[in-house]
């Protein structure tokens, strides 16, 4: 390499980044219109619930139990008269579930060795939120059950106590799990969209051509776009992590210097992953297609962000680790919310080099190849 072509062509990307404000905001502006957007959009925590309570009983305790539902953070409880107009509201959209209180309610109560049955029903039709549904109703009821029992002076020791405890994340938000991930996913889109919408666009204007047919090696071309977007990549990388600690307000406990260790690795590959796409799509239609395509779906479907990896099944397992995105939502997840956790780091930290080292190889290779 020569010093003095390669600092000619990083100047050449610099002032073709200042004269191209779009390379600009894919790095800048479109970290934050994804995080807000997918961050605030996408939540996997209960809040605010609209929950029914069927008072058949009328009672001094029925509607203690309906107050004690109405102090929940997690709840907006109604009222209504009858199952009937329950499940007609159910049926509706109106409420995501609700208990019925049958007209022996206080009298069962009363007694401390006769048991409380009280109807729980819930819309299935998304499995997860009904299952979180039916957990926090539970909850509201058995600590409602326990006051009252408590101030009756009848308490009763079960036989079994679970004491829970959420080790990383104890208020379970899941902000705290997703906001990590989306940092991968933006970064991924990031990396990719610059090198390969810039280097298309080349092709599309011949320049690349004529850059390729100059004294500089094919080595100084690729390292002169790699270091400039590099540091425009860099740039987004620190709108994702304020965006990540102030808006969203998701604790770190990791390393600042690995996070920049994993983040540099995996900023490369996502780079290399954008030469390796301009070199298949010369138009920077194609370019982006297949950027969303290799980038944004397997980081959103494949990487842990939105489902547990452990819980796909076998085959599927395997196929996510031939991408790049995996790793990087491993390493960021465990930065922010555990810790520097060496054995999970340096693993990911090796994938994420393997991963550089064979698309910086493919990206000269199959350039080099398209000038034959």
Do not use: C
């Amino acid at each position: 390499m020569s010093a003095r072509r390669f600092l000619g062509l990083l100047r050449k990307e610099f002032v073709q980044i200042v004269r191209d404000p779009s390379s600009i905001a894919i790095a800048l502006v479109m970290p934050v219109v994804l995080l807000i957007l997918i961050g605030f959009g996408i939540s996997l925590d209960a809040r605010d619930v609209r929950f029914g309570l069927v008072d058949e009983n009328r009672s001094v305790e029925s509607a203690s139990l309906y107050q004690s539902f109405s102090n929940s953070r997690y709840f907006r409880p109604s009222l209504f008269a009858d199952a009937r107009a329950a499940e007609a509201a159910l049926m509706r959209g109106d409420i995501a579930g609700f208990a019925v209180l049958r007209g022996d309610f206080a009298r069962r109560v009363a007694n401390p060795l006769q048991p409380v049955e009280i109807g729980i029903f819930v819309n299935g039709v998304d499995a997860n939120n009904a299952r979180i549904v039916t957990g926090y109703a539970l909850g509201t009821i058995e600590k409602w059950l326990a006051a009252r029992g408590r101030d009756r002076g009848h308490v009763v020791t079960p036989p079994i106590t679970v004491d829970h405890r959420y080790w990383y994340n104890p208020e379970i938000r899941s902000a705290n799990f997703i906001v990590p991930g989306l940092i991968a996913l933006v970064m991924t889109m990031i990396g990719a969209l610059l090198t390969a919408l810039v280097v298309a666009r080349e092709w599309e204007r011949g320049t690349m051509e004529a850059m390729m047919v100059s004294p500089a090696s094919m080595t100084e071309l690729i390292m002169g776009k790699l270091v400039a977007y590099f540091g425009l990549g860099l740039g987004g990388l620190a709108v994702s992590v304020g965006l990540g600690l102030f808006v969203f307000e998701v604790p770190f406990r990791g390393s600042w210097a690995m996070l920049l260790a994993m983040s540099s690795v995996f900023l490369v590959v996502s780079l290399a992953l954008g030469l390796v796409i301009s070199t298949v799509a010369r138009s920077q239609f194609v370019a982006a297609q297949l950027s969303f395509l290799v980038t944004f779906m397997p980081a959103l479907i494949l990487s842990g962000l939105m489902f547990d990896i452990a819980s796909m099944p076998r085959w599927l397992q395997l196929v996510t680790t031939v991408f790049p995105a995996r790793y990087y939502v491993s390493s960021l997840q465990t930065l922010f919310l555990a810790g520097t956790v060496w054995p999970v780091l340096l693993p990911d930290l090796a994938a994420l080099a393997g991963f550089a080292v064979v698309l910086l190889t493919i990206a000269v290779v199959r350039t080099r190849r398209s000038l034959e």
